[in-house]
């Protein structure tokens, strides 16, 4: 599965862990930061969501502090849905009833191995359909 990846100063170690971490099942498009250097979060988030709005088959990940910045950037973009997950739970109903297509997660606020829960969640976890399709449709304007 390709997934493209992402994330600020603050999520750039989370990153790296989840990147070691999924290696086996996923093909990883980083598009940055590649330090712990302080940068906009909006100069990453930007660029994987415009990749994702375009392909109906690509999946993201954002990481930053709190994962607010990143998923409010994302979310502008037509046909992208960042659900900002710190639980697995979350995760899971983020791909049930919103489709969500970027996972967006909080370096700050999670540890490693939480996150790993969330992301393994996330991508094992289809969306149902049903009634609600009819409220994913009504997202873009």
């Not at 988030?45 to 690509?58: I, S």
């Not at 502008?76 to 639980?87: D, E, I, P, T």
């Not at 049903?130 to 997202?139: A, L, N, S, T, Y």
Request: aromatic share 8%; charged share 25%; hydrophobic share 40%.
């Amino acid at each position: 599965m390709k997934v493209v990846i992402a994330s600020d100063h603050a999520g750039y170690e989370l990153k790296e862990l989840v990147k070691k971490q999924f290696s086996d099942s996923m093909d990883f498009e980083d598009l940055g930061t590649h330090s712990t250097e302080s940068v906009d979060y909006p100069d990453f988030a930007h660029p994987l969501a415009e990749k994702v709005g375009k392909d109906t088959e690509l999946f993201g990940i954002l990481i930053c502090g709190t994962g607010n910045g990143m998923s409010m950037t994302a979310n502008k973009h037509a046909n992208v849905r960042a659900g900002l997950c710190w639980s697995a739970d979350i995760a899971a109903l983020a791909r049930q009833h919103n489709n969500a297509n970027v996972l967006v997660l909080p370096a700050r606020f999670i540890p490693a191995e939480t996150a790993f829960d969330i992301v393994d969640t996330f991508f094992h976890t289809g969306f149902e359909g049903g009634r609600h399709m009819r409220r994913v449709e009504k997202i873009n304007l």
